[in-house]
């Protein structure tokens, strides 16, 4: 008899899965078929909570501390049950390009000095959507556009060097608009 399929995992009276174990990206084998867990970049912060799968699956997030999810990284109940693959979900943001790369770079330096998530592009950055940083961008001569993504902002100085995701080029491993 063949093995559970997405829609056998997502019945609604199975009540919540409950997600104990995180492991990293490659430290566990992909699922077939997987649970998929998208993420918005503030949420992948979380590791307590409630959440809903793709497929609408109720799980619960009782991780234990330490770095922030990341697209790839696997979840698992303490004993057997189905993996979950954190995905970075589509969310707006805000793309920066200059002309100049010296007004990207200070357009960078001025949003660090403000702590905002970004991620970062040889010839763009990219940040949640904020009117005010919008503006303040438009007023210093960039170019602002907005769209929707995944966001995959680099992690702060202090997350120490758990930042997996690929840097090919100054890109992110995933296609540009």
Known sequence: ???PTVSDVAAPDAGPLVLVRHLRHGEAPAPD???????????RTSLR??????CGR???LQLPRGAALEPGDRLAPEAGGPLVVVEAAEEPLLVVRAADPLALLQAAYHLGNRHVAMELHR???RLG???VLEDLLRHRGLTVERMSGPFLPEPGAYEGSGHAHQHAQGHH?????
Do not use: F, I, N
Not at 33 to 43: F, G, H, I, K, S
Not at 49 to 54: L, N
Not at 173 to 177: A, L, M, Q, V
């Open 123 to 125: 010839d763009e950055l």
């Open 49 to 54: 909570g409630h959440r809903r799968s793709a």
């Open 58 to 60: 109720d799980l619960l």
């Open 129 to 131: 959507v904020d009117s």
């Open 173 to 177: 491993g995933h296609s540009h608009p």
């Open 33 to 43: 078929p997987p649970l998929r867990l998208p993420l918005r970049a503030d949420e």
């Open 1 to 3: 008899m063949p093995g």
